[in-house]
């Protein structure tokens, strides 16, 4: 049974750190590409960061360069996103997903989030 599981998330002040964790299962998880995708209040799904099965891929929306940091650790199954310096706009529901193949359009798998809300 394929699980992806999200934690970490929870109410930070803008300026403020965090870090989201997501733990696999049940599928070969170093070979999949893993992702970080997050959707904000009325708005549609929004990619946010992804890596690849080796970690020497990594790539980041234009919005989030330089404040968040995508990893993943093949022994323990788990990927993560340090979250720095978080505005307002970062608020929304940061799901984990994974993908064996960079090319598909669609997600092989998505956990069921953690919801995450920056308010002064």
């Known amino acids: 049974q394929v699980q992806l599981v999200e934690s970490g998330g929870g109410l930070v002040q803008p300026g403020g750190s965090l870090r989201l964790s997501c733990a696999a299962s049940?599928?070969?998880?170093?070979?999949?590409?893993m992702y970080w995708v997050r959707q904000a209040p009325g708005k549609g799904l929004e990619w946010v960061s992804n890596?690849?099965?080796?970690?020497?891929?990594?790539r980041y929306t234009d919005s989030v360069k330089r404040r968040f940091t995508i990893s993943r650790d093949n022994i323990k199954n788990m990927t993560y996103l340090q979250m720095n310096s978080r505005k307002i706009e970062d608020t929304a529901m940061y799901y984990c997903?994974?993908?064996?193949?960079?090319?598909?359009?669609?997600?092989?798998?998505r956990g069921q989030g953690t919801q995450v809300t920056v308010s002064s």
């Open positions: 997903a994974s993908k064996r193949y960079y090319a598909n359009s669609v997600y092989d798998y």
């Open positions: 049940g599928f070969p998880f170093s070979i999949y590409w």
């Open positions: 890596i690849n099965g080796d970690g020497a891929v990594i």
